[in-house]
Structures are given as structure tokens and as C-alpha cells.
């Protein structure tokens, strides 16, 4: 029922920055409880980078917490990324719990795009 949809991904400098979008969109009415952003590199588990609540509060992983900075507007979510390390090397997939006219909140995830930051 929901679909979101990420881009921005790319090849950066260490050191450099990047901003990821996401955007929903449904063919029915839909509430965004909260958004996030989650990353997973080779043979790793799927991790939370950040997470905006309608409310507005955010949380940031340890790892990110001073370089990231998400923010919502309207049905999309941004990520955007600074002073990128090599071991910001990931898929980032956007995600979502999102309530719509016939389905409770439940959660949705995006199909990710590759950012590779090179050292």
C-alpha cells in the first residue's frame, strides 16, 4: 500500500558529504508515525543510523551522532550525510511505520540505495 522510494546515493571522498531522500507515497490516505534511516554493508546486520518521530524528536546512532542530521518534510525524509568515513560504506534503506486507511501502523521499508565512500 505504501511505497518509499530513496535516492541520492552515490561514490563520495572521505570527508565529504551526501544527502539521501526518501519519498512515500500510496494510493490511499496514509499517517507517518515515524521515519528512519537503516544501513547494512557486506556481512553485516541491518543497523539504525536515525529516526524522526512525527513529534519531531530524533535519535542518531553513536557511530553517526554529530556527522548525520535527518529531517522530515511532508511524505519524504532526508538523510543528510557529513564528514563520511569509509565505514559509512553501506546500502541505506529507508524506512517507515506508517498507519493507512485500511491497514494499522505497520512498517515499510524502501529498496535501497549504495553509498560507498572511498579512504
Known amino acids: 500500500q505504501v511505497r518509499l522510494v530513496e535516492s541520492g546515493g552515490g561514490l563520495v571522498q572521505a570527508g565529504g558529504s551526501l544527502r539521501l531522500s526518501c519519498a512515500a507515497s500510496?494510493?490511499?490516505?496514509?499517517?507517518?508515525?515515524?521515519m528512519g534511516w537503516y544501513r547494512q554493508a557486506p556481512g553485516k546486520e541491518r543497523e539504525l543510523v536515525a529516526t524522526?518521530?512525527?513529534?519531531?524528536s530524533t535519535n542518531y546512532a553513536d557511530s553517526v551522532r554529530g556527522r548525520f542530521t535527518i529531517s522530515r518534510a511532508g511524505d519524504s525524509v532526508f538523510l543528510h550525510m557529513g564528514s563520511l568515513k569509509p565505514d559509512d560504506t553501506a546500502v541505506y534503506f529507508c524506512?517507515?511505520?506508517?498507519?493507512?486507511?485500511?491497514?494499522?501502523?505497520?512498517?515499510?521499508w524502501g529498496q535501497g540505495t549504495q553509498v560507498t565512500v572511498s579512504p
Open positions: 500510496s494510493s490511499t490516505i496514509f499517517r507517518i508515525n515515524s
Open positions: 524506512n517507515g511505520d506508517i498507519r493507512t486507511a485500511i491497514h494499522n501502523a505497520r512498517e515499510y
Open positions: 524522526v518521530s512525527s513529534g519531531g
